[in-house]
């Protein structure tokens, strides 16, 4: 099987990005933006009531 030799400007690529994906969202402004605050992490499991190795034992090491 041939290649095809049809070649596309950057005009008709232009064209045939917009027919896939649309338009870009608008630019978001910095007076629009905001500061992020971290979180704690998630915690996978309750904190241990009472001794920590009572817990490996009761539990497994995780």
Avoid: K
């Avoid at 338009?23 to 998630?42: G, H, I, W, Y």
């Amino acid at each position: 099987m041939s290649e095809p030799t049809e070649s596309f400007t950057d005009e008709e690529y232009a064209f045939l990005r917009h027919v896939r994906f649309g338009e870009l969202p608008p630019a978001v402004r910095p007076e629009e933006q905001v500061a992020l605050t971290e979180t704690d992490p998630r915690r996978d499991r309750p904190e241990p009531a009472g001794d920590p190795d009572e817990w490996t034992l009761r539990h497994g090491a995780g």
